[in-house]
């Protein structure tokens, strides 16, 4: 049977960072009757700490705390996140087999590759779902035939948004969801990976210590926070400009 489509689908290079860029959102979402879901494009095989087997585990762990319906793992080489056909073509069997009406991508800059390339090609993926011819042309050659069945079995379909998490990069963003209500749990899990964020030789120097983790999280959360008058947010950027229908209801207070 077809699962019921996705409100809102997250897209990220490895586990653990949409916990870190908008797991108080997907939370917020799921409170609010949506069904959320994660697609991680790797395994997280060469992360300096753990294991794909073990970040596996603590993925669905996290999962099960921001009450996301739905999360799934592709096989794209970490640390090799690439915008070539063969991997839109994966991204967009997603898109078409869940069928999200939001997705969130990661903000198209940054410092790490993965994370800016994982932006253009959930782009190009989400624009690849809609064409309706996708999958029964020449160019499905070089494709794998099981990616080339799922996607001729689901109808074209393309998201009716797509937003950016900037947590990872300074930029003003457009938008900041208050996760004042969500923050204990987002905290909880970013805190699930344990062998991701329990202190250890490894990396020690891109992690922080684990005394360190929570006031991190919440000054960033804090910092987003206050631009919209709330305790905690997580912030987003829109491309396109937003309609306003009423401007009585316009929300964050100018003066």
Same mark, same amino acid.
């Given at each position: 049977?077809?699962?019921?489509?996705?409100?809102?689908?997250?897209?990220?290079?490895?586990?653990?960072?949409?916990?870190?860029? +908008?797991?108080?959102?997907?939370?917020?979402?799921?409170?609010? /009757?949506?069904?959320? /879901?994660?697609?991680?494009?790797?395994?997280?095989?060469?992360?300096?700490? /753990?294991?794909?087997?073990?970040?596996?585990?603590?993925?669905?762990? @996290? @999962?099960?705390?921001?009450?996301?319906?739905?999360?799934? @793992?592709?096989?794209?080489?970490? *640390? $090799?996140?690439?915008?070539?056909?063969?991997?839109?073509?994966?991204?967009?069997?997603?898109?078409?087999?869940?069928?999200?009406?939001?997705?969130?991508?990661?903000?198209?800059?940054?410092?790490?590759?993965?994370?800016?390339?994982?932006?253009?090609? *959930?782009?190009?993926?989400?624009?690849?779902? *809609?064409?309706?011819?996708?999958?029964?042309?020449?160019?499905?050659?070089?494709?794998?035939?099981?990616?080339?069945?799922?996607?001729?079995?689901?109808?074209?379909?393309?998201?009716?948004?797509?937003?950016?998490?900037?947590?990872?990069?300074?930029? $003003?963003?457009?938008?900041?969801?208050?996760?004042?209500?969500?923050?204990?749990?987002?905290?909880?899990?970013?805190?699930?990976?344990?062998?991701?964020?329990?202190?250890?030789?490894?990396?020690?120097?891109?992690?922080?210590?684990?005394?360190?983790?929570?006031?991190?999280?919440? +000054?960033?959360?804090?910092?987003? *926070?206050?631009?919209?008058?709330?305790?905690?947010?997580?912030?987003?950027?829109?491309?396109?400009?937003?309609?306003?229908?009423?401007?009585?209801?316009?929300?964050?207070?100018?003066?």
């Amino acid at each position: 049977m077809t699962p019921p489509a996705l409100d809102v689908l997250a897209i990220a290079a490895h586990r653990d960072d949409v916990e870190q860029t +908008c797991g108080g959102t997907l939370l917020r979402m799921a409170k609010l /009757g949506a069904r959320t /879901g994660i697609l991680d494009l790797t395994q997280g095989e060469l992360g300096s700490r /753990g294991s794909a087997e073990s970040r596996a585990t603590e993925a669905s762990d @996290a @999962a099960r705390i921001l009450h996301v319906s739905w999360r799934e @793992a592709l096989d794209i080489p970490d *640390g $090799r996140v690439e915008n070539t056909y063969a991997n839109r073509v994966k991204v967009a069997r997603v898109i078409r087999e869940q069928r999200p009406r939001v997705v969130v991508l990661p903000y198209w800059k940054g410092r790490h590759p993965d994370h800016y390339t994982c932006a253009t090609l *959930g782009y190009e993926a989400c624009f690849l779902a *809609g064409l309706r011819r996708l999958g029964h042309t020449a160019a499905t050659a070089d494709i794998e035939p099981f990616e080339v069945h799922r996607l001729r079995n689901h109808e074209p379909h393309r998201p009716f948004k797509i937003v950016y998490a900037t947590l990872y990069y300074d930029v $003003r963003p457009t938008f900041v969801v208050d996760i004042t209500s969500e923050f204990e749990a987002k905290l909880e899990s970013i805190n699930a990976y344990k062998e991701q964020f329990s202190d250890q030789a490894a990396g020690s120097k891109d992690f922080p210590a684990q005394a360190e983790i929570r006031e991190r999280v919440a +000054c960033l959360a804090h910092f987003y *926070g206050m631009m919209a008058g709330v305790k905690y947010g997580e912030p987003f950027f829109q491309k396109e400009v937003g309609l306003v229908e009423d401007l009585r209801t316009v929300p964050v207070q100018t003066l």
